[in-house]
Structures are given as C-alpha cells and as structure tokens.
C-alpha cells in the first residue's frame, strides 16, 4: 500500500531557528514529491516539486531534498518567521500529472517570537 | 492574477438537500481535481479530470457523488443526498501535464446538520 509519512506531526520553534521537516513514502513506482504550505483556512501552496532526478530544490528560504534510494525527503526552513507558521504537507504522485497521488498528514508547524 | 476560484466559500446545508459546488480552474490548465480534506482523513483525492475527461474518481462515493467539467470553465462536484458525514472543506485544484503541480482553490467549507 501506497503510504506517505510526515514527521514530526507538530513543531514549535522560535523566530529566527532553522527546522527540518522529514517525509518518509513506500509509493511506487514514483514520478514525483511536493511539498505543500498551508494556512489555516486556506488552500495549500506548492512550494517545490522534484521528479525522480532532482535531489535539492529551494524556494527562497524553503530547501526540499530528495533521496530516491531511500524515499526520503525533507523540508529545511531557514531563518524562519511568524508567517512560517502553517502545516506543511508532503504528496507523492506515481504519475506525472498529480494524479494518483498520496498524501501525508502534514507537520503542523508554530513559530513564536 | 491566475487563480482557482471557487464557490461558495460556506456552505451550511440541512441532511438530505442537495449540494453543488463550483471551481473555475485557471485559464490554459487541462487537469482539475477535486479533493476533500477533514482533520481526521487529511487531504483525500475524489476525482480527477484531463481535457474535460474524467479519468479517476475512484476515490468518490458514488452513491452520492457527482463530478462533471461542463466546459473548460467550470468544474462541479455534487452530493446528493448530503449526510453530515460529508461535513469537510473541499478544495479544487488545476494543473498541466508533466511536470506539474496543482494550482489549489480558497475551498469550501461543507456543514451538513
């Protein structure tokens, strides 16, 4: 079965600290991963995609690695901010169009002053 | 300023009515999904449609459930009878094929009472 898994469910940090979030899947075969922000009460944002080839991607101050071998991925988040508080959610999809894809629980993450 | 639109944002509804919501994808996108998401499930896929076309929606009740993509405009998704089980937010989302990633709406809150 197709599974994707997000640790750890919730984190707490302080403005300015660096965090890592991880996202462990079984899903096969693979076309790609996202990963996702979102808001309370709003619809998530993609904040980067990697296809099977790609092992680091950043956008801005968000940096995504891939390791096929190991199916691992993970979300570091530097120097981050109030506005960084959100769940972020990881989805991989074993066709190229989004379709077919599995979800994760996402790590809801707070950051306070 | 492309987005996904869609409507009504709220929607509070008695058990047994009939629900339809709307999602108007961004212009040029050829893929659109439906999904649901509750804070016990996560992001569930219910449907996904190419060029109009459905191409899964295994993920849907098919009892109750209905999608359809009129036109390349507008993307509906209807319960009937609705039960309060379906109380969730639905989001829709489009895309392009490969590589892609899925452009998501404010979505719809559900409250079946």
């Known amino acids: 079965k197709n599974q994707v898994e997000q640790s750890p469910q919730s984190l707490i940090i302080l403005e300015g600290k660096n965090c890592t979030l991880q996202c462990n899947y079984t899903v096969s075969p693979f076309s790609n991963l996202r990963w996702y922000k979102q808001d309370t009460g709003r619809g998530p944002v993609s904040l980067t995609i990697?296809?099977?080839?790609?092992n680091t991607k950043s956008n801005g101050r968000y940096t995504a690695t891939l390791d096929a071998d190991t199916k691992q991925s993970s979300l570091h988040i530097t120097a981050s901010q109030l506005s960084d508080s959100a769940s972020y959610i990881c989805?991989?999809?074993?066709?190229?169009?989004?379709?077919?894809?599995?979800f994760g629980d996402g790590t809801t993450l707070t950051v306070k002053p | 300023d492309a987005r996904v639109t869609q409507t009504p944002r709220h929607k509070v509804t008695e058990m047994g009515q009939e629900v339809t919501m709307r999602c108007q994808p961004i212009l040029g996108h050829n893929t659109v999904f439906w999904y649901r998401q509750t804070m016990m499930q996560g992001l569930e896929l219910l449907a996904y449609f190419r060029n109009r076309a459905p191409l899964d929606d295994s993920g849907m009740p098919k009892d109750r459930f209905s999608a359809e993509m009129p036109d390349a405009t507008l993307a509906t998704l209807k319960i009937q009878p609705s039960e309060p089980r379906d109380s969730a937010v639905y989001f829709c989302?489009?895309?392009?094929?490969?590589?892609?990633?899925?452009?998501f709406g404010q979505g719809t809150r559900l409250t079946v009472v």
């Open positions: 989805v991989v999809s074993a066709t190229a169009n989004a379709g077919k894809s599995t």
């Open positions: 990697m296809t099977f080839s790609e």
């Open positions: 989302a489009s895309g392009l094929e490969t590589p892609s990633e899925a452009f």
